[in-house]
């Protein structure tokens, strides 16, 4: 039974697989002719935090290979979570009722709790500031439709990566290919933590961390802005302090390379200006749109299919 709780759980071969799959998907619903192979699953969609694209492409991605679905939102309320029950017990129910469980929650790591406990296939849509592995795979994705290529690119990661998770699975899925150098750009509030930082070094990976946009602008192929994550700050005066510090501005634009792309795994707030959605390098909502095509592939990876 395969779950899918980390980006770190990938190699690369498994990572070429999905990638193949999405891209099948993706034509088989432009001819639309899917083959409707989950046509006798049922696939829940727990979501203890708020989603719109997450939640919305996995039941799509569900219905549009034959599956039924079934879904809990702002589960922290509407389940008996409210009532007190562990994440085990729903989940072992949840199992006696659905073929594949996609759950996305505030608790980092809490997968792992209940991947102890479930009989059937769990993934990852979300934990706290930890994993979110659908999403690094549509942005790997993304990343290829556009450019063609996965490897000898410049990538820079500009907002709040203390607390992206979307980082922290987009980032060990690329670093499976060669010549990628990476900018890290954020405020000293929101870098990324010097013990993640070690590890990249030990493991050789090429990056720089930059305290303004301006600096990285002329060199990257792609920026992947963030949202600053609200909900993983502990008061509101912190959240104000760095929330307008990052923002990508029009202007910006002229320094970027032709051909760069600009990527948000949504919602953006404040930290891209409205006028940069009709540049061609936008690439934000055609990553969203890719995130069905991947989503239809995980489903299948997740049952073998
Ligand atoms: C991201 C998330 O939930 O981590 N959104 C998403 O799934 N597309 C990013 C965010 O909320 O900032």
Known sequence: MKNILSANQFNKEEIEKILASASKMEDAVNRGVINEV?????????????????????ETAALKLGAK????????ENTSTYK???????????????????????????????????????????????QHPSQGFLDLYTIKKEHNRLNNLNIGFGGDLLNSRTLRSLLPLIRAYEGNKFYFISPKELELPRDFIEELKRSGVIFEELRSLEEALPKLDVLYMTRVQKERFLDVSSYEKVKDLFILKKDHLKAMKLDAIIMHPLPKI??????????????YFRQAQNGLYVRMALLLHVLGL
């Open 38 to 58: 989950l046509k006798n699953k049922i696939i829940a969609c727990i979501f203890f935090e708020p989603s719109t694209r997450t939640r919305l492409s996995f």
């Open 69 to 76: 679905v079934i879904s809990a939102e702002n589960a922290m």
């Open 84 to 130: 007190g029950e562990t994440i085990e017990d729903t989940t072992k129910v949840l199992c006696s009722y659905a073929d594949v469980l996609v759950i996305r929650h505030p608790e980092a790591g809490i997968l792992d709790k209940a991947a102890k406990v479930s009989t059937k296939p769990l993934i990852n849509a979300g934990d706290g500031a930890n």
């Open 270 to 283: 404040n930290e891209i200006e409205k006028e940069v959605d009709d540049d061609p390098r936008a690439a």
